[in-house]
């Protein structure tokens, strides 16, 4: 599967983005999806994840109540709503997936099979 994410951008703090990231090659119903990020000379972080259904979600403490993930299967697209935005938010964001185990395992540290390009989000104080 490949992963496009795109909605990135400048925003200062306290505003919101809409992160998106289209799967093509395969049904994304069959994959859990998630996003994560990293800042220059940091590792990677998780940041959210989704079950295939959608049903169930699971978030980073960091972003817990802010941040908003979710899919619509049938445009094989996952979002990530991003909501009073502080400038420790400022990373590039990936798309991730994962066709094996489920979204619980990869937000506790199972690796992604799959992840896109990276989207820059930068927000100003």
């Known amino acids: 599967v490949q992963l496009q994410a795109s909605g990135g951008g400048l925003v200062q703090a306290g505003g919101e983005l809409r992160l998106s990231c289209t799967a093509s090659g395969r049904t994304s119903s069959l994959y859990v999806m998630g996003w994560f990020r990293q800042v220059a000379g940091k590792e990677l972080e998780f940041v959210a994840t989704i079950s295939r259904s959608g049903d169930s979600t699971y978030y980073a403490d960091s972003v817990k109540d802010r941040f908003t993930i979710s899919r619509d299967n049938a445009k094989n697209t996952v979002y990530l709503q991003m909501n009073s935005l502080i400038p420790e938010d400022t990373a590039v964001y990936y798309c991730?997936?994962?066709?094996?185990?489920?979204?619980?395992?990869?937000?506790?540290?199972?690796?992604?099979?799959?992840r896109g390009q990276g989207t820059q989000v930068t927000v100003s104080s």
């Open positions: 991730a997936a994962r066709r094996t185990g489920t979204a619980q395992a990869m937000s506790a540290g199972v690796r992604f099979e799959y």
